[in-house]
């Protein structure tokens, strides 16, 4: 775990000669139970979509965390990213199992940084004064 990202993502399954099938993010605040432990374990970052929780960004902060916002609905685009997959853990669960993944050029951006400031509040923040100020 120590110094590894998570990308919530529930692939399809690979068709023949494939790496992997479509790869979207999944809605990560259903981890949110979880990571605070796999973040005091070492975990550095994330990857899906979605808010996450208070106690997740305590946890993202005290361990100098981030957590990476991908698109909704690329899942093809993205998986035309990830250059190899290993499945690690519940082979038995199909493309469900647990995978590592090594990317290229993979499109994130951070949502919520180290320090707890979380793109989804700040760039609201910014548009509602936008709009205000026309």
């Known amino acids: 775990m120590n110094g590894s990202i998570i990308y919530y993502v529930g692939p399809t399954p690979a068709k023949p000669g494939e790496i992997i099938g479509s790869a979207g993010p999944t809605t990560s605040y259903?981890?949110?139970?979880?990571?605070?432990?796999?973040?005091?374990a070492g975990l550095r970052g994330m990857i899906g979509k979605g808010k996450r929780d208070k106690d997740t960004v305590d946890a993202m902060k005290r361990n100098s965390a981030v957590y990476f916002g991908a698109i909704g609905g690329a899942g093809a685009l993205l998986a035309n990213t990830i250059k190899k997959s290993e499945v690690i853990a519940y082979g038995d669960l199909g493309a469900e199992a647990i995978h590592k993944l090594e990317?290229?050029?993979?499109?994130?951006?951070?949502?919520?940084?180290c320090e707890g400031n979380c793109l989804y509040e700040t760039g609201r923040k910014k548009y509602i004064a936008f709009r205000g100020a026309q």
């Open 103 to 113: 990317v290229e050029n993979f499109p994130a951006v951070v949502v919520i940084d």
């Open 30 to 40: 259903r981890m949110d139970a979880y990571t605070p432990k796999l973040l005091d």
